[in-house]
């Protein structure tokens, strides 16, 4: 019999299970497990002469820490269960990080490429009108990310409709993370889930002894990649393995998968496939019309990066991967996990592997509150220091250091720098944490330690307030 997919469900079933391993009392369980509230808002737009109803909802999981956190997604598939397991995910995925906020999730069900830019601003000025006046976004309590469907523009927009709905609000910028840098965003958010991705993929492959069991062999380098979803994370994902000798060999996306086992050239093929949004068409591949094929194709990583519930306990058996890197949310269900880990497949999960976002929009939120970019006050006076440095070396070795070595020395980091350099520091270290909790407590798999690990966090601020 198949399985009934409830994406909150699932979501609060790992969690439950997971927080009982750490011994954590029923009565804290069932404060974390469910969301605080849920708005959902009808509102008419009138486009074309004539009105429009659109429907969105907007999420609020726990409020633990403030603000909340949480992107917003435009797609027609969006529901609240979905915008609720969605939330949950973001309150774990902080914690997982130690990232400071609380979880939200919104979403709005329509197909954006059914509109042009004016209407889609149109709609997403009216829909950020429903939330402020009901208290669902503020820098101080509820920021919103992009996510599926929306991009920096969205984020800009709605910055700029909250901010004429709250002039006194000096710190208006904040409400939303994920803008563009000329309006108050911050230098590699766009590619920072993707990023961190390749982080957390890294610095599990560097685990020799963890990975050993799966049939794993250390390192990134030689490794064949198949990527399901070519949006934002997928091709940043993919990018960035590549760059360190990873080989692409399979991109699936709605139209089909498209398959070269001597591996892509992702940059061609993201180019080509801007300016179709279509897989169908890119020369000199293997073609299948059947998506899900990609999937199931022979790899050492396989990275879903498109939906929730792509393998299940129908396709699970198929599954041929060595390493399972969830870069989506919920991309496996319960049944499906169940079957991978039985077929010894390793998962790295999604509550930890695409808290790059996150991250670097936590970093955005800081640099809007403190109304300075990070690198401006010291990136000079380090960089003078750093050169003073080697001033003494030349002076104790009474010879100049040669300039192709000088110029290697970088002491004044820029904006992008440090932004990367703690993105990098935050996967890594939350991954040793994850991977300590699971030899500690003798745990199943990685995503029962993340969720182990959120709750002992989360839960150890409901014991300290209600002592």
């Known amino acids: 019999m198949s399985e009934t997919y409830s994406f909150s469900q699932n979501v ?6 997971s927080a009982k391993l750490m011994n954590i009392s029923q009565d804290v369980i069932d404060q974390i497990k469910f969301c605080n509230s849920v708005i959902q808002v009808k509102f008419p737009v009138r486009l ?7 429907t969105g909802w907007r999420a609020v999981h726990s409020e633990h820490r403030l603000p909340v956190k949480g992107g917003i997604r435009y797609a027609l598939e969006v529901n609240q269960d979905e915008v609720e397991a969605l939330s949950a995910l973001m309150s774990y995925k902080c914690a997982i990080v130690d990232v400071p906020f609380g979880g939200a999730k919104g979403g709005l069900c329509i197909d954006p490429s059914r509109y042009n830019d004016q209407q889609l601003e149109k709609i997403t000025r009216a829909f950020t009108r429903e939330m402020t006046k009901r208290s669902f976004i503020s820098p101080a309590e509820n920021v919103p990310a992009p996510d599926m469907g929306t991009n920096a523009r969205t984020m800009a927009w709605i910055a700029d409709e909250y901010r004429s709905l ?15 840098v000329e309006q108050g965003g911050i230098r590699g958010r766009t590619e920072a889930t993707g990023r961190g991705v390749f982080f957390g993929l890294e610095e599990l492959l560097n685990q020799d002894e963890f990975i050993k069991p799966f049939g794993i062999k250390p390192g990134i380098k030689g490794k064949t990649v198949v990527i399901q979803g070519f949006g934002n994370v997928g091709y940043h994902s993919a990018k ?29 093929i ?25 999937l199931e194709h022979p790899c050492d990583i396989l990275i879903p990066a498109a939906l929730e519930g792509q393998i299940t306990e129908e396709n699970a058996p198929r599954i041929k991967a060595k390493l399972i890197a969830e870069a989506a949310n919920g991309p496996v269900s319960t049944a499906g996990d169940k079957i991978l880990n039985e077929k010894g497949i390793l998962v790295l999960p999604d509550v930890y592997l695409n808290a790059g976002g996150v991250t670097v929009s936590y970093f955005e939120w ?14 000079k006076l380090e960089d003078m220091r750093g050169k003073r440095v080697l ?22 980091a820029d ?23 699971k030899a500690s407590r003798d745990m199943p798999d990685l995503r029962t330690a993340a969720y182990a690990l959120a709750a002992k966090k989360i839960a150890r601020y409901y014991e300290i307030m209600s002592l």
């Open 366 to 379: 800081i640099k809007n509150l403190s109304h300075i970019r990070f690198g401006r006050m010291d990136r």
């Open 240 to 268: 960035f393995l590549e760059e360190a000798g990873a080989k692409i060999i399979g991109i699936a996306e709605r139209d089909g998968f498209i398959l070269r086992e001597s591996g892509f050239n992702v940059e061609e």
């Open 391 to 412: 001033q003494l070396f030349e002076k104790l070795l009474d010879k100049p250091i040669p300039s192709e070595i000088a110029q290697k020395f970088n002491f004044g």
């Open 415 to 437: 904006e992008l720098e440090v932004i990367n350099s703690g993105l990098e520091d935050t996967m890594k270290n939350a991954l040793n944490e994850i991977i300590q909790l």
């Open 48 to 54: 074309n002469g004539s009105l429009d109803v659109f």
């Open 270 to 294: 993201h180019k080509q496939f801007l300016k179709t949004r279509s897989v169908r068409d890119i020369p000199d591949v293997d073609y299948y019309q059947d998506s899900k094929k990609g």
């Open 12 to 17: 609060n079933d790992i969690f439950v299970a």
């Open 166 to 180: 709250r002039p006194q609000d000096i710190n208006a910028l904040g409400c939303v993370t994920g803008k563009p």
